[in-house]
């Protein structure tokens, strides 16, 4: 069983049962009953590998602030979630918090967002949408909500759901504007240097803009990096070129080979700059990457962010 589906099965035997106890009647409509965060688990990428430190039955219960739900009150519904059976399904809770901090339990919502976000209410400047790790996100926004009775959890994640049009071309712009400069030009170069390790970082770099323009182009965070290629296989658009990937980093660079990688490198650039025509999001007309990103980010309505440097988003 995988892991969201644990903790929704342990969730619903126990978890629910608990919070309907007379004992919390107060408590119970300030209460989000959820598995989100870190963890592959949350993703639906945990497997056996990562059964040795994720997967256990357990779920987290959402509330608010002091001003709403005491500490007192807190503590006793920690206690009653601390006595829910030790084991479920084949697996064992453990007693330890895991690396990265608590994961199941009775989590305040202002400390979690706080976290993950940098506010307590998941209401983001200008500043925090263009720095802030996509893992971040993410970790808001992807796991599975079991139950809101409050609706705050459910009104941050959608308020979270995807960038704000004027961050999202903001971030394209740089990315497209690095993977030209990576793939498009410092590639081959390298290569007529005879500089293969630089080849290969330029390779590597080409890689990781792009299929970090893919996720953009898809309205999709992306996961933390070792999640990267099993989740850009997943998108709608785009996702065959993550082969093509994979093949620029795991091939050396010699003279035979080099070839093949710069002409996979203008053949992803192509795809890319060929969907970026398709939904008119750039103006350029041409297969030079730079300019495409120059068009993209010249076409944001917002003039504070269309004036910041092309990579202050990246």
Request: charged share 25%; aromatic share 10%.
């Amino acid at each position: 069983m995988k892991g969201l589906e644990l903790a929704e099965e342990y969730y619903l035997q126990y978890g629910k049962k608990l919070l309907d106890e007379e004992r919390f009647e107060q408590i119970r409509p300030y209460t989000c009953c959820a598995l989100i965060g870190s963890g592959s688990e949350c993703l639906g990428y945990d497997d056996e590998i990562s059964a040795d430190h994720d997967l256990e039955p357990g779920f987290i219960i959402f509330i608010p602030g002091e001003e709403t739900v005491t500490r007192r009150d807190a503590f006793l519904l920690e206690r009653a979630y601390a006595g829910l059976p030790k084991e479920f399904a084949g697996s064992k809770r453990t007693m330890l918090a895991p690396v990265g901090g608590q994961r199941h339990g009775v989590i305040r919502i202002p400390e979690f967002m706080q976290e993950k976000t940098g506010t307590e209410d998941g209401i983001l400047t200008d500043k925090i949408w263009l720095t802030i790790p996509e893992q971040s996100l993410l970790e808001v926004t992807g796991g599975r909500i079991f139950d809101d009775r409050y609706g705050e959890m459910t009104r941050i994640r959608q308020h979270l759901s995807y960038y704000p049009e004027r961050i999202w071309k903001k971030k394209l712009a740089g990315h497209l504007l690095l993977m030209g400069q990576s793939g498009q030009y410092n590639y081959r170069r390298c290569i007529a240097h005879g500089e293969t390790g630089a080849a290969q970082l330029a390779a590597y770099e080409f890689v990781q803009h792009t299929m970090a323009a893919v996720f953009i182009l898809n309205r999709r965070y992306r996961p933390y990096y070792k999640w990267c290629f099993r989740a850009m296989r997943e998108l709608e658009q785009l996702s065959l070129l993550a082969e093509l990937m994979e093949y620029l980093i795991t091939t050396d660079n010699e003279q035979e080979i080099a070839g093949d990688k710069a002409d996979v490198i203008e053949s992803v650039s192509a795809d890319i700059i060929g969907l970026l025509i398709e939904q008119g999001i750039s103006g350029a007309v041409c297969g030079d990457l730079e300019k495409h990103a120059y068009s993209v980010n010249d076409s944001i309505d917002d003039a504070e962010i269309r004036n910041m440097h092309i990579l202050a988003a990246v």
